[in-house]
């Protein structure tokens, strides 16, 4: 099983910062089958992006990832105040399917 | 607009059953695979189960592995999930999820509002 560890736990910025969010592997990822997903309070989680860097649709360029192997990176520049919220990582190159642990971000 | 609608969470004991059901609309069913991702309260989130388009490839959590049992019924539009032997860590909000695109193992790019399981006596 792949193991998905992200940092930091929790990232305070203020609007209009960029948020650098880490999420690495405990081993390579097939293909860069990566994804990441944004969760507010009471609601479902929302793909972001996919294969590592695709941005899924509707989402704002703001939103950039990067990343292949071991270690991928989710770029989130000129926070917005909708921004603030829990990320999440997912991995897809093999099974079982695995979540990182979040980062959240918060208003500093 | 692509809709998932889950159905058939609550309270149950220990060792008992429950039956989630999700109800698609908005899009093709048959066209994409389909999963269930757990979260439980104030926790991450958590891979359950998914099933291919045609219910030909199945994969499941080990944590759940030989307790729950996936299942689709294309003509329905409805995606499964039996759970048996229901533990107390079993308890979390249980979502449906479509995949983004046909292979099985996938990113999801819908998700429902969630189904809550709570398990105790």
């Known amino acids: 099983e792949i193991v998905l560890t992200q940092s930091p736990g929790t990232l305070s910025l203020s609007p209009g910062e960029t948020a650098t969010l880490s999420c690495r592997a405990s081993?390579?990822?097939?293909?860069?089958?990566l994804g990441w997903y944004q969760q507010k309070p009471g609601q479902a989680p929302r793909l972001l992006i996919y294969?590592?860097?695709g941005r899924a649709t509707g989402i704002p360029d703001r939103f950039s990832g990067s990343g292949s192997g071991t270690d991928f990176t989710l770029t989130i520049s000129r926070l917005e105040p909708e921004d603030f919220a829990v990320y999440y990582c997912?991995?897809?190159?093999?099974?079982?399917?695995?979540f990182g642990g979040g980062t959240k971000v918060e208003i500093k | 607009e692509v809709q998932l609608v889950e159905s058939g969470g609550g309270l149950v004991q220990p060792g008992r059953s429950l039956r989630l059901s999700c109800a698609g609309s908005?899009?093709?069913?048959?066209?994409?695979?389909m999963h269930w991702v757990r979260q439980a309260p104030g926790k991450g989130l958590e891979w359950v189960s998914g099933?291919?388009?045609?219910?030909?490839?199945?994969a499941y959590a080990d944590s759940v592995k030989g307790r729950f049992t996936i299942s689709r019924d294309n003509a329905r539009n409805s995606l499964y999930l039996q759970m048996n032997s229901l533990r107390v860590e079993d308890t979390a909000l249980y979502y449906c999820?479509?995949?983004?695109?046909?292979?099985?193992?996938?990113?999801?790019?819908?998700w429902g509002q969630g189904t809550l399981v709570t398990v105790s006596s």
């Open positions: 908005g899009f093709n069913f048959d066209d994409y695979a």
């Open positions: 099933i291919s388009w045609s219910s030909g490839s199945i």
């Open positions: 294969g590592a860097i």
């Open positions: 997912q991995q897809y190159g093999s099974s079982p399917l695995t």
């Open positions: 081993q390579s990822v097939s293909s860069s089958f």
């Open positions: 999820a479509k995949s983004h695109d046909t292979p099985m193992p996938n990113v999801f790019d819908s």
